[in-house]
């Protein structure tokens, strides 16, 4: 398995546009997660799903924030609009309910917000 | 809620030297707790974790870690540090229910 693949790993975009962040779990793993990691605040859990339904989305910061999970194989974690304080590195992981909650992480995607 | 707290954000050891890396934690039930690494520019890996089992727990590249409960701790070491030892490193903790809730990381350098 390739693991957990993110794309894209570097997005720099200008405040007010859209950031689409996008996701590729591991086959079989019916958990997946969302998380940003900044210097300031470390590594928050935004939302996660099992089996494709959102289960805790607390993590959230605003309405500007969403997430979807159309199927097992995919997830998007969308911006609209983005604003500076946006900039983050954002990790998807993903895991198997008899994996002892070990979570296996994507590379991430690196978030600028100018 | 469960939490951890790692003591200090940077530790500096030489080549060779024991390696320390502080995590105590917060649980009202018997916590599964576990340590990732990120190394730059990479998502976090596992390397130990300890569910209720032993509680000397091994892992990968010769790190260890001692779940003690009297103490609320789950300190990570190992013996001879290598230069590839330096990284980020994150304790984290769940009670089980897929939720990890990860410290604020503690990065290790290592000095030839």
């Known amino acids: 398995d390739a693991g957990v693949i993110q794309s894209p790993r570097h997005e720099v975009t200008e405040m007010g546009q859209e950031v689409t962040l996008r996701c590729k779990p591991i086959s079989g793993h019916d958990y997946l997660f969302w998380y940003r990691q900044t210097m300031m605040r470390g590594l928050e859990l935004l939302i996660y799903f099992n089996n494709n339904v959102p289960i805790d989305d607390s993590g959230m910061p605003e309405d500007r924030f969403s997430a979807k999970m159309p199927n097992a194989s995919f997830s998007t974690l969308k911006i609209q609009p983005s604003e500076p304080r946006d900039s983050a590195v954002y990790f998807c992981?993903?895991?198997?309910?008899?994996?002892?909650?070990?979570?296996?992480f994507g590379a991430g995607s690196r978030l600028t917000v100018l | 809620a469960q939490s951890v707290t790692q003591l200090g954000s940077h530790v500096s050891v030489s080549e060779g030297a024991l390696v320390l890396l502080r995590c105590n934690y917060s649980?009202?039930?018997?916590?599964?707790l576990f340590w990732y690494v990120q190394y730059p520019n990479q998502g976090l890996q596992l390397l130990l974790k300890?569910?209720?089992?032993?509680?000397l727990v091994k892992g990968i590249n010769g790190f260890e870690a001692e779940f003690k409960k009297s103490e609320t701790s789950f300190h990570l070491t190992k013996p001879s540090a290598h230069m590839s030892d330096a990284a980020e490193y994150f304790c984290?903790?769940?009670?089980?229910?897929?939720?990890?809730?990860f410290g604020t990381g503690t990065r290790l350098l290592v000095s030839p």
């Open positions: 992981a993903s895991s198997a309910y008899r994996g002892a909650n070990v979570l296996t």
């Open positions: 300890y569910t209720s089992a032993a509680t």
């Open positions: 649980s009202s039930v018997p916590p599964y």
């Open positions: 984290a903790v769940t009670t089980g229910f897929q939720k990890l809730v």
